[in-house]
C-alpha cells in the first residue's frame, strides 16, 4: 500500500519509502484568508468610516445650534415674541395717533400728549412742526386726523424697537372738502419709565 514501508528486496540496499499518490498538496495562502486583508479588512474599515461620519455629523449639529444661537435674527424679538411685538406696535400705532391729530382749539392738549411719548430727535421734530403750522392752524382752522392703517415691527431688542407705520391722514381747512393722504414712518421707539416713548421719526 502506498504511503507505507515495504521490505528490502535482494540486491536493494534498503528499503524505500512509497512515494505517496493522489494526496493533495497543501494550499498556498491567499489573501482572502491572510490577517488584515479580505472581508474582514472591508468590515473593520466600513466601521472606522461609520465611526468618523458620525462624528462629523455630530460636529455639524453642535455648530449648527451654536451659529443658530449666535445669528442676530435669534436675539429680535420680534420674530418670537408674539406678545410684545403686539404691544410695541399698539402702543406706537395710538402714540402716532395722538400727536398727528389735531383741531384748532385743541393744539394745546395735542401737544401735552406728544410730550408723554416723544424724546429724543423725534420730539425736536415734532417741536419745529408744530412751531411752523400753529398760525396757520389757528387763522385757517385746520383739523388734522390720523389713524395707522398697518404697524409692523421690524427689529425688537430688549429696550429698543424698530418699526414701520402705514398711517391714513385726513384734513380739513375750515369748511372745505377733506383732503386725503397717506404716510409711511420709520419709528425707533426705546422702553422708558414703563411705556415705549418714540425717540426718532423718519419718513418714506
Not at 519509502?17 to 482572502?32: M, Q, W, Y
Not at 472606522?48 to 462624528?55: E, K, R
Request: some cysteine; aromatic content about 4%.
Amino acid at each position: 500500500m502506498t504511503g507505507l514501508l515495504r521490505r528490502a528486496r535482494p540486491g536493494e540496499p534498503h528499503a524505500v519509502e512509497d512515494e505517496p499518490t493522489g494526496t493533495a498538496l497543501p494550499a498556498e495562502p491567499t489573501d482572502a484568508d491572510a490577517p488584515g486583508t479580505g472581508p474582514a479588512r472591508l468590515r473593520r474599515a466600513a466601521t472606522a468610516v461609520a465611526c468618523v461620519a458620525l462624528l462629523l455629523l455630530g460636529s455639524w449639529f453642535f455648530y449648527g445650534a451654536h451659529d443658530l444661537e449666535s445669528d442676530p435674527s435669534a436675539e429680535n424679538r420680534a420674530l418670537t415674541d408674539a406678545q410684545a411685538t403686539t404691544k410695541v406696535a399698539g402702543d406706537i400705532g395710538n402714540a402716532l395717533a395722538r400727536v398727528f391729530s389735531y383741531t384748532p382749539d385743541g393744539l394745546a392738549a395735542t401737544e401735552r400728549s406728544a410730550r408723554a411719548v416723544l424724546d429724543g430727535r423725534a420730539a425736536r421734530q415734532y417741536g419745529d412742526l408744530i412751531d411752523r403750522i400753529r398760525e396757520d392752524v389757528a387763522a385757517q382752522r385746520v383739523t388734522l386726523s390720523t389713524q395707522p392703517v398697518r404697524t409692523g415691527v421690524i427689529e425688537l431688542d430688549g429696550d429698543s424697537a424698530r418699526l414701520l407705520v402705514f398711517l391714513d391722514q385726513v384734513s380739513r381747512r375750515g369748511k372745505d372738502d377733506p383732503t386725503s393722504v397717506a404716510a409711511q414712518l420709520t419709528v425707533t421707539a426705546r422702553w422708558e419709565r414703563d411705556q415705549w416713548r418714540i425717540v426718532d421719526i423718519t419718513t418714506r
